[in-house]
């Protein structure tokens, strides 16, 4: 399993991703998530992926080789990041078509997703999540993460504390919490964390970051996070019994 997510506002975009793989509860391992694709000056695109992994990486690889070798269509080709998001669907279609028949037979899933972000000249930022089935989903102002893997315990903060009008920085604090919550509730999601934040308009990527286990900011993140949840939950009111004059209505005979 992993956690990866994509939060994009006014200002540009964050990207995140644990690196942690397992094949079993006695074969855990860590391979990258995130990868960066961007022309410096051209345009900004970035990658994150999850689910089976011999997928992903053969769909990485082949548009990889597709760039490398100038094919006449590849990544770097698109017009838009829309068709870049369509084109990385069309790769998921074409491995899972080639190894299909033999996946299935074992019954191993073969699913997976990718988040596409970044920002080509003439548009504006712009945040894809790419289905297993090829199609795909923008973010909005109105929802402006997406999120693939495990992605209910990094949720609620996401929902509680993300806008549209966020500050960038604030972003990446948020989505580094997001991941470490998670990281918390399942040991299937774990470091290091990769992260990216692209700021609208530059067309290259200038801030990334990785944080191993035991990284200091990592635990004093969680260790100022954890206090801060627990004096919120002890300051909340107690809750007044008898306020309710119909509770009785609530019983059941």
């Given at each position: 399993?992993t956690?990866?997510l994509?939060v ?6 964050v990207i995140?991703?644990?690196s942690r793989?397992n ?12 990868f ?6 051209e345009r ?10 011999a997928?992903t990486?053969?769909i990485?690889?082949?548009i990889?080789r597709?760039?490398k070798e100038?094919?006449a269509?590849n990544?770097h080709?698109?017009?838009?990041l829309y068709d870049t998001?369509?084109y990385i669907g069309d790769?998921?279609?074409?491995v899972?078509?080639?190894?299909r028949t033999w996946?299935e ?16 000249k ?5 945040l894809?999540?790419?289905y297993?089935q090829?199609n795909?989903i923008?973010?909005t102002?109105?929802t402006?993460?997406?999120?693939i ?11 509680r504390t993300?806008?549209?009008?966020t ?11 997001s991941i470490d919550?998670t990281?918390?509730s399942?040991?299937s999601?774990?470091p290091p964390?990769?992260?990216i934040?692209y700021?609208?308009d ?6 990334r970051l990785q944080?191993?286990l035991g990284s ?9 996070w954890?206090?801060s949840?627990r004096?919120?939950f ?6 007044e019994?008898?306020m ?5 209505d609530i019983?059941?005979?």
């Amino acid at each position: 399993m992993t956690y990866c997510l994509g939060v994009i506002n006014r200002s540009g975009l964050v990207i995140a991703a644990d690196s942690r793989t397992n094949a079993g509860v006695d074969y855990i391992s860590a391979y990258r998530k995130l990868f960066d694709f961007s022309l410096p000056g051209e345009r900004a695109v970035i990658l994150c992926t999850s689910g089976n992994l011999a997928v992903t990486q053969s769909i990485l690889t082949i548009i990889e080789r597709e760039i490398k070798e100038g094919f006449a269509v590849n990544l770097h080709t698109q017009k838009t990041l829309y068709d870049t998001a369509c084109y990385i669907g069309d790769k998921i279609r074409q491995v899972q078509d080639r190894d299909r028949t033999w996946l299935e037979r074992d019954g191993i899933d073969f699913q997976c997703n990718f988040l596409v972000g970044g920002q080509i000249k003439g548009e504006a930022p712009q945040l894809y999540l790419v289905y297993a089935q090829g199609n795909c989903i923008q973010a909005t102002p109105e929802t402006p993460f997406l999120q693939i893997g495990e992605t209910k315990y990094g949720k609620p903060i996401l929902d509680r504390t993300l806008r549209f009008e966020t500050d960038l920085d604030a972003v990446a604090k948020c989505a580094l919490l997001s991941i470490d919550s998670t990281m918390k509730s399942n040991l299937s999601v774990g470091p290091p964390i990769n992260l990216i934040m692209y700021e609208r308009d530059t067309f290259t990527v200038r801030h990334r970051l990785q944080l191993r286990l035991g990284s200091p900011y990592l635990a004093k993140m969680r260790k100022l996070w954890e206090e801060s949840l627990r004096h919120a939950f002890l300051t909340m009111p107690n809750l007044e019994w008898d306020m309710d004059d119909n509770a009785d209505d609530i019983l059941i005979d």
